[in-house]
């Protein structure tokens, strides 16, 4: 039987399609195929509001502007513990690390301008709610760029901060900038849960068959690539922007891990507190009681 073909969009970033290059190439048997579009998460995010894909890899945090339209799907996406957003200044005078020292760092932020990838992204979710913990006089303006031109912007003055995802975790010093919070490490500090960035949702209206053979093929799509590494490489290199190929094998080992393969009872723990406590402080809607279960 011929599955007809789905529209889907997801980011170049080595994860991505590292995941999917077993199944965008037609490498899972019996499979739907797939018509792939390669965009930004802020891209991905509206193309999600708008209904315009069949699937899609979006932020969490955008799930609950969309859950009527699309289902979760309970693989294929980015969570992990160690992985999450940081926010990036300028290397500060004398780089002191006492907690005074470090006080004074954040207090930097209060009325500044920071760059970030997506004002619906869950890095700006868990920014925003880092920064009601700890910047207590506000964040100044926030401007709106692509992840990849962020890190210039810091270093040139730009801006005066920026928050920043992916493999800029790894290559953040090659600028010449200065951590000075890891969104992450407060999440998880705070909740004891694992971090939800990036979710793949497809539509509803597939219907339960379609939607369950989805999810079994990016579940294959993923073991696939576990198992033969190399048989992604030239997929993942020609979409990764000129990265420093180690660069991109620290990238997927640190997005693509076991609930990539599946949320599991841990990864949609996160993914209920993550929008719960954003809903009860103001800034997401507030999820239906059944909104994340998949058919």
Same mark, same amino acid.
């Given at each position: 039987?011929?599955?007809?073909?789905?529209?889907?969009?997801?980011?170049?970033?080595?994860?991505?399609?590292?995941?999917?290059?077993?199944?965008?190439?037609?490498?899972?048997?019996?499979?739907?195929?797939?018509?792939?579009?390669?965009?930004?998460?802020?891209?991905?995010?509206? #193309?999600?509001?708008?209904?315009? +894909?069949?699937?899609?890899?979006?932020?969490?945090?955008?799930?609950?502007?969309?859950?009527?339209?699309?289902?979760? *799907?309970?693989?294929?996406?980015?969570?992990?513990?160690?992985?999450?957003?940081?926010?990036?200044?300028? /290397?500060?005078?004398?780089?002191?690390?006492? *907690?005074?020292?470090?006080?004074?760092?954040?207090?930097?932020?209060?009325?500044?301008?920071?760059?970030?990838?997506?004002?619906?992204?869950?890095?700006?979710?868990?920014?925003?709610?880092?920064?009601?913990?700890?910047?207590?006089?506000?964040?100044?303006?926030?401007?709106? #760029?692509? +992840?990849?031109?962020?890190?210039?912007?810091?270093?040139?003055?730009?801006?005066?901060?920026?928050?920043?995802?992916? /493999?800029?975790? +790894?290559? %953040?010093?090659?600028?010449?900038?200065?951590?000075?919070?890891? #969104?992450?490490?407060?999440?998880?500090?705070?909740?004891?849960?694992?971090?939800?960035?990036?979710?793949?949702?497809?539509?509803?209206?597939?219907?339960?068959?379609?939607?369950?053979?989805?999810?079994?093929?990016?579940?294959?799509?993923?073991?696939?690539?576990?198992?033969?590494?190399?048989?992604?490489?030239?997929?993942?290199?020609?979409?990764?922007?000129?990265?420093?190929?180690?660069?991109?094998?620290?990238?997927?080992?640190?997005?693509?891990?076991?609930?990539?393969?599946?949320?599991? /009872?841990?990864? %949609?723990?996160?993914?209920?507190?993550?929008?719960?406590?954003?809903?009860?402080?103001?800034?997401?809607?507030? *999820?239906?009681?059944?909104?994340?279960?998949?058919?």
């Amino acid at each position: 039987m011929t599955v007809e073909q789905l529209k889907i969009a997801y980011s170049p970033c080595p994860n991505d399609t590292f995941v999917f290059d077993a199944l965008a190439h037609g490498r899972v048997p019996g499979a739907p195929a797939l018509d792939v579009t390669f965009a930004d998460i802020d891209i991905t995010n509206g #193309m999600a509001e708008r209904g315009e +894909f069949d699937v899609l890899k979006v932020s969490y945090a955008v799930l609950p502007y969309v859950l009527e339209q699309y289902a979760l *799907l309970p693989c294929g996406g980015a969570l992990g513990r160690g992985c999450g957003p940081l926010v990036l200044t300028r /290397e500060p005078e004398g780089g002191g690390t006492s *907690l005074l020292e470090r006080s004074r760092e954040l207090g930097r932020l209060t009325g500044r301008t920071v760059a970030v990838p997506s004002e619906k992204s869950t890095a700006y979710l868990l920014f925003r709610l880092w920064a009601a913990d700890t910047v207590r006089d506000g964040i100044g303006e926030i401007v709106v #760029m692509p +992840f990849h031109e962020i890190m210039p912007a810091v270093r040139d003055g730009k801006v005066d901060a920026g928050l920043v995802i992916h /493999e800029a975790r +790894f290559t %953040y010093r090659n600028y010449g900038l200065h951590k000075l919070a890891d #969104m992450g490490e407060h999440w998880e500090n705070t909740t004891g849960l694992p971090i939800p960035l990036g979710a793949i949702i497809a539509k509803r209206s597939l219907g339960e068959q379609r939607l369950r053979l989805l999810a079994d093929s990016i579940r294959a799509s993923v073991r696939a690539a576990w198992d033969d590494p190399e048989a992604s490489r030239p997929y993942v290199m020609e979409h990764a922007q000129e990265m420093d190929p180690a660069v991109a094998d620290q990238h997927i080992g640190l997005y693509v891990n076991e609930f990539t393969a599946d949320l599991g /009872e841990d990864g %949609y723990a996160a993914v209920r507190g993550l929008l719960t406590r954003a809903a009860a402080e103001g800034l997401v809607p507030p *999820l239906g009681p059944n909104a994340l279960a998949f058919p």
